[in-house]
């Protein structure tokens, strides 16, 4: 079976179309992406990373003091403090951008600076919005309550979702409503099950596919055809308010800031997170494709775990489940996990894992495998990694 749009399109052909997508990145992130990590790097080196830490620590009551009196679960307390900073941030960024490009004009050193402000010191801020997005598209009835409950399920959409790349109702609508139904099989629009995953270029082909399922495009087609118009039609606002959003600053500001500051976030989020889905769900088993302890990758000790996203196979078998009860969930049910040969690597990242699956490092890749018997050799663990790879619908 080849899911759409490998079904009208050659995978040489999207494959094409798909590597076009970073090109048309690549002056941009060649620049930004180096300096996001130098930064923290610097910001280390300056131990500045320690202070913000013992900052959060002493914060930590305070903001817990607050989370019980706005919060519908005060346990979404650790939320609160990136929630309105990057709100604010990314609204504050954005108008500093309008105003210097209003008074000077383009400037590519300003146009860094604006990226490496926006991203944060080794993408935090970017990653922190884009888990946001996802907390609050999986939070039905919003995170607030009382007064502050006028803010859920659009003011962070709507503020911060195009300065970061987010499409309006992506998480609430698409990823709840297809991708959280059909869990990677092959119904799922994203599914990544029809495509060799030990092969480099079935990335591109993947992205090429992806790009229709981030801006809305292809769910509000697949959604109208399946007679579910209510979430064509949340999707539809999304995709207008983002093209409206591009062409108010096109016109009232400028074509190459348009580019610059509202088209290029969106393929770069576009990007990042369709490198995320695809590493997620690259692993099958072929005997039982949909097990999702195989399906879905567990990371042990992330580098980058951020509120509980490394246990993603707790995030489609328990969805409701909260994420602070993660790794106590996972200690208490490791005989499943063993049982059904789980896909657990440890002591990595998202991004690292994405590296290794693209550059085809299959022994770094069986280093960081967890086998949970204890009884796997190295050479096991590659070719266990590969068959699950290599298995399609």
């Given at each position: 079976?080849?899911?759409?749009?490998r079904?009208?399109?050659?995978?040489?052909?999207?494959?094409?179309?798909?590597?076009?997508?970073?090109?048309?990145?690549?002056?941009?992130?060649?620049?930004?992406?180096?300096?996001?990590?130098?930064?923290?790097?610097?910001?280390?080196?300056?131990?500045?990373?320690?202070t913000y830490e013992r900052?959060?620590?002493?914060?930590?009551?305070?903001?817990?003091s607050?989370?019980?009196?706005?919060l519908?679960?005060?346990?979404?307390?650790?939320?609160?403090?990136?929630?309105?900073?990057?709100?604010l941030?990314?609204?504050?960024?954005?108008?500093?951008?309008?105003v210097?490009?209003?008074?000077?004009?383009?400037?590519?050193?300003?146009?860094?600076?604006?990226?490496?402000?926006?991203l944060?010191?080794?993408?935090?801020?970017?990653?922190?919005?884009?888990?946001?997005?996802?907390?609050?598209?999986?939070c039905?009835?919003?995170?607030?309550?009382?007064?502050?409950?006028?803010?859920?399920?659009?003011?962070?959409?709507?503020?911060?979702?195009?300065?970061?790349?987010?499409?309006?109702?992506?998480y609430?609508?698409?990823h709840?409503?297809?991708?959280?139904?059909f869990?990677n099989g092959?119904?799922?629009?994203?599914?990544?099950?029809?495509l060799?995953?030990?092969?480099?270029t079935?990335?591109?082909?993947?992205?090429?596919?992806?790009?229709?399922?981030?801006?809305?495009c292809?769910?509000?087609?697949?959604?109208?055809?399946?007679?579910?118009?209510?979430?064509?039609?949340?999707l539809?606002?999304?995709?207008?308010?983002?093209?409206?959003f591009?062409a108010?600053?096109?016109?009232?500001v400028g074509?190459?800031f348009?580019y610059?500051?509202?088209i290029?976030?969106?393929?770069?989020?576009?990007?990042?997170?369709c490198?995320?889905?695809?590493?997620?769900h690259?692993?099958?088993?072929?005997?039982?494709?949909?097990?999702?302890?195989?399906?879905s990758?567990?990371?042990?000790?992330?580098?980058?775990?951020?509120?509980?996203?490394?246990?993603?196979?707790?995030?489609?078998?328990?969805?409701?489940l909260?994420?602070s009860?993660?790794?106590?969930?996972?200690?208490?049910?490791?005989?499943?996990?063993?049982?059904?040969?789980?896909?657990?690597?440890k002591?990595?990242?998202?991004?690292?894992?994405?590296y290794l699956l693209?550059?085809?490092?299959?022994d770094?890749?069986?280093?960081?495998?967890?086998?949970?018997?204890?009884?796997?050799?190295h050479?096991?663990?590659?070719?266990?990694?590969?068959?699950?790879?290599?298995?399609?619908?």
């Amino acid at each position: 079976m080849r899911a759409f749009p490998r079904n009208h399109l050659s995978d040489t052909v999207l494959a094409l179309f798909g590597l076009l997508i970073p090109l048309a990145a690549a002056p941009i992130m060649a620049i930004s992406m180096p300096l996001s990590v130098w930064s923290l790097e610097l910001m280390r080196m300056a131990q500045l990373d320690k202070t913000y830490e013992r900052i959060t620590a002493s914060a930590d009551s305070w903001v817990r003091s607050i989370g019980k009196q706005i919060l519908r679960d005060e346990r979404d307390a650790s939320l609160l403090p990136y929630y309105f900073f990057i709100n604010l941030w990314s609204v504050t960024l954005f108008g500093s951008a309008i105003v210097f490009y209003k008074h000077y004009g383009f400037s590519i050193g300003f146009l860094f600076v604006y990226h490496l402000l926006r991203l944060g010191p080794r993408f935090r801020f970017f990653a922190h919005a884009q888990t946001l997005f996802h907390k609050e598209g999986h939070c039905h009835k919003g995170l607030f309550k009382g007064s502050f409950s006028v803010l859920n399920n659009w003011f962070m959409q709507c503020v911060s979702g195009p300065i970061y790349g987010c499409f309006v109702n992506f998480y609430p609508i698409y990823h709840n409503k297809d991708h959280h139904r059909f869990d990677n099989g092959p119904e799922d629009m994203s599914t990544t099950l029809d495509l060799d995953r030990s092969k480099t270029t079935s990335f591109f082909v993947y992205l090429a596919r992806f790009s229709t399922i981030w801006t809305n495009c292809y769910p509000i087609y697949r959604f109208f055809k399946k007679q579910e118009q209510q979430y064509a039609v949340k999707l539809s606002y999304g995709l207008i308010y983002h093209i409206a959003f591009i062409a108010a600053s096109w016109i009232f500001v400028g074509p190459l800031f348009a580019y610059c500051y509202c088209i290029y976030p969106a393929i770069e989020a576009m990007i990042f997170l369709c490198g995320i889905s695809y590493m997620w769900h690259c692993f099958a088993d072929p005997k039982d494709p949909l097990n999702p302890y195989v399906s879905s990758v567990t990371i042990l000790e992330g580098k980058d775990n951020i509120w509980g996203e490394d246990y993603h196979v707790i995030h489609h078998t328990l969805p409701k489940l909260h994420f602070s009860e993660g790794a106590s969930y996972f200690g208490s049910h490791l005989d499943e996990y063993k049982k059904n040969k789980a896909t657990i690597f440890k002591k990595t990242e998202e991004g690292e894992i994405l590296y290794l699956l693209l550059s085809k490092n299959w022994d770094k890749l069986a280093d960081l495998f967890v086998d949970l018997s204890g009884q796997m050799t190295h050479e096991q663990k590659k070719d266990l990694l590969l068959t699950r790879l290599r298995y399609t619908f």
